[in-house]
Every structure is written in structure tokens, then in C-alpha cells.
């Protein structure tokens, strides 16, 4: 059963703000009324895959007998905040700390990827959700504002999947090789290549595909 404290909860809050506002500055570039606009869009998809990838190493921790809590990290939101301002974010706005004497690479390896596994769920779920409303966006406004919602979920979740993969500093990717190499490589090719396709093909073109249109 999950516990959350006071501070977490409020810590979990603030990072998902942040992260997300840095996201809508990446799309919105630095035109006010766009960041606006596309800012309650970004959140979907920010608020399933930021919110859901930190629960993943969570529960995963809790499930191990462990305890574990989300913390901000101050000058991780700040410099995501900077980087987004020069079209990518440098998503760090803190991590889950499990307390533990003693763990092992595989529990700690288990733990870390978790959250890696839920944005690569997430983002094959908005992908199939907007292959699903596709042929009706093109006539319903309703359908259509799915559909982007579902775009930027995929392309947003997809990203932080590779991300946290990557095998540097305190990331996931780092405790997921050290466990298994065979796993992160695999793990991370799967993340690179939906973020590689939602980059260069874009989401619409990849539904295109998918439903032959």
C-alpha cells in the first residue's frame, strides 16, 4: 500500500509544474500566448509520465519491503527550466530515494527501471489511443484535440523513457546497466527508437502507417 508524506506529495506537485512548463516552452518556443495554449496539453502527457514514472520506482521499492519517497531537487528543476529556454529539457527535478542498509544491483537495477518501463507503456498507450481517434479527429474538433493530446503524451513519454535511460550520473540507466547490461540494452533501443520516430516521421505520419492511410 502506497504512503506519501506531507513534504512528498507537495515535492511531487512542484516538479510536476515546473516540468511541465518546461515542456510547453519547448513547444510554445518564446511566444507567451503559445506556452499557454499548449501548456494544459503538455500536462497530460507530463502529468501520466512524471508523476506514474516516479510511483513505478515507488512501488517497485515499497514492494521489496523498502522505504521510499520522492524529493525535489531545487537546482534540477532550475537548470531544466534553463535548458528548455534552448528547445530540450534536462528532465532531473528529483528522484525517489529508497532507504535501505544494504541492496543489491538486482533489486536496485529492478527499482531504477521501472520508471523507464512505465514511460514506454504510456507512450505506446497515447500511441494507440491516437491511432484509435485518427479517422474520427479528422472531422471532430473534440477527436482532433484527443488526438494532439495523445501526440504529445507519446512524443513526451517516449523522451523520458530514453532519457532516464541514458547511463550517466545518478539516471536510471546507471544502476539498470550495472544489473544488466542485456536488459538496458534492449530497454533503451525500444525508448530510443519510438523517441527516433516521433522526432523524424512525427506522431501523425506514424499513425498513417499504422492504419494505412
Not at 497530460?44 to 515499497?62: C, Q
Not at 525535489?72 to 528543476?77: D, H, M, N, Y
Not at 547511463?167 to 540494452?185: C, E, Q, R, T, Y
Request: with cysteine; charged share 10%.
Amino acid at each position: 500500500m502506497f504512503k506519501f508524506t506531507a513534504s512528498e506529495v507537495r515535492d511531487l506537485i512542484i516538479a510536476f509544474i515546473i516540468i511541465s512548463l518546461c515542456f510547453a516552452i519547448v513547444n510554445g518556443g518564446r511566444d507567451v500566448n503559445a506556452i499557454l495554449s499548449i501548456l494544459p496539453i503538455v500536462m497530460v502527457g507530463v502529468g501520466a509520465g512524471f508523476i506514474l514514472h516516479e510511483l513505478g520506482h515507488k512501488f517497485v521499492s515499497m514492494k521489496y519491503g523498502y522505504w521510499a519517497e520522492f524529493k525535489l531537487w531545487p537546482q534540477g528543476l532550475i537548470f531544466a527550466l534553463i535548458t528548455s529556454f534552448f528547445g530540450f529539457v534536462f528532465a532531473a527535478p528529483g528522484a525517489v530515494y529508497t532507504y535501505a542498509n544494504y541492496m543489491t544491483d538486482e533489486i536496485n537495477g529492478k527499482i531504477s527501471i521501472a520508471g523507464p518501463v512505465v514511460n514506454i507503456a504510456l507512450a505506446l498507450i497515447f500511441l494507440g489511443i491516437a491511432t484509435a481517434v485518427y479517422p474520427s479527429a479528422l472531422y471532430s474538433e473534440t477527436y482532433a484535440l484527443v488526438f494532439i493530446i495523445c501526440a504529445v503524451g507519446y512524443s513526451i513519454n517516449s523522451f523520458l523513457a530514453v532519457f532516464n535511460l541514458l547511463p550517466i550520473g545518478n539516471l536510471d540507466g546507471s544502476k539498470v546497466m550495472a544489473w544488466n547490461f542485456g536488459i538496458w540494452v534492449v530497454t533503451i533501443a525500444i525508448a530510443g527508437i519510438l523517441t527516433l520516430m516521433s522526432m523524424t516521421i512525427g506522431v501523425q505520419n506514424i499513425v498513417r502507417l499504422i492504419i494505412g492511410m
